[in-house]
């Protein structure tokens, strides 16, 4: 049994799989609660599919980029579990999650997200098989749409103005699915056990494309 935790955004899930094969999901709009709102969920979640923390196998996390406080949550989250129950931890990235749906997109596979500050935090990928093209990185979005072109699918958690920036394109956009990420993470997540690609949970760490602005206020 593996259990799979994504507070990157507000838009939060957990789910529990066996072997990848999802069992029992959550998603719900967060807002900026993590702290006090992701072990309920996770307790609901064990208590709804019948389970308890004892028979969990592996945990896998989502590392960002994303919120601060809510990829700190989620990972420290799935470190304590995998450190407490003795089980291997995996991280897979944001971008890569909210990509990977669309792996039978016949082209370039640009996962997006703001990032404040008027930039967009991206990476691309191509499906067949399954790959990075480019690495999760921060661009103005003058700056991305030059930098994409051809055949190209763009994806995440796409507002309305984020998708006027590529009107007039020849690209296609989509929304991330609404069931949250947690879902991709249990395939993915499990993909990578299965292959050997475990980590020391302690060295599992949050993907920030800046450093957090935190400190007193001027």
């Given at each position: 049994?593996?259990?799979?935790?994504?507070?990157?955004?507000?838009?939060?899930?957990?789910?529990?799989?066996?072997?990848?094969?999802?069992?029992?999901?959550?998603?719900?709009?967060?807002?900026?609660?993590?702290?006090?709102?992701?072990?309920?969920?996770?307790?609901?979640?064990?208590?709804?599919?019948?389970?308890?923390?004892?028979?969990?196998?592996?945990?896998?996390?989502?590392?960002?980029?994303?919120?601060?406080?809510?990829?700190?949550?989620?990972?420290?989250?799935?470190?304590?579990?995998?450190?407490?129950?003795?089980?291997?931890?995996?991280?897979?990235?944001?971008?890569?999650?909210?990509?990977?749906?669309?792996?039978?997109?016949?082209?370039?596979?640009?996962?997006?997200?703001?990032?404040?500050?008027?930039?967009?935090?991206?990476?691309?990928?191509?499906?067949?098989?399954?790959?990075?093209?480019?690495?999760?990185?921060?661009?103005?979005?003058?700056?991305?749409?030059?930098?994409?072109?051809?055949?190209?699918?763009?994806?995440?958690?796409?507002?309305?103005?984020?998708?006027?920036?590529?009107?007039?394109?020849?690209?296609?956009?989509?929304e991330a699915a609404v069931g949250g990420r947690a879902r991709?993470?249990?395939?993915?997540?499990?993909?990578?056990?299965?292959?050997?690609?475990?980590?020391?949970?302690?060295?599992?760490?949050?993907?920030?494309?800046?450093?957090?602005?935190?400190?007193?206020?001027?």
């Amino acid at each position: 049994m593996e259990l799979s935790i994504d507070t990157a955004s507000e838009l939060a899930s957990v789910a529990l799989s066996r072997e990848e094969i999802v069992i029992e999901d959550i998603a719900w709009r967060c807002q900026r609660n993590h702290t006090v709102e992701l072990m309920p969920a996770i307790d609901r979640l064990l208590t709804a599919s019948g389970f308890d923390k004892s028979g969990l196998t592996a945990v896998f996390v989502c590392l960002g980029p994303g919120m601060y406080t809510g990829l700190r949550v989620g990972v420290s989250t799935a470190q304590g579990l995998a450190r407490g129950l003795e089980i291997p931890a995996l991280g897979v990235g944001r971008l890569e999650l909210d990509a990977y749906p669309h792996a039978d997109f016949e082209g370039d596979i640009v996962a997006v997200h703001r990032a404040g500050r008027g930039e967009l935090a991206w990476a691309s990928y191509r499906g067949d098989p399954w790959r990075e093209v480019s690495a999760p990185r921060l661009s103005r979005p003058d700056e991305l749409v030059a930098a994409i072109g051809g055949r190209t699918l763009v994806v995440g958690e796409v507002d309305e103005q984020t998708a006027g920036l590529f009107a007039g394109h020849d690209l296609t956009v989509r929304e991330a699915a609404v069931g949250g990420r947690a879902r991709c993470l249990a395939e993915l997540g499990f993909a990578r056990l299965r292959a050997g690609e475990t980590a020391e949970a302690a060295l599992l760490r949050p993907v920030y494309l800046r450093p957090p602005a935190i400190g007193g206020r001027k």
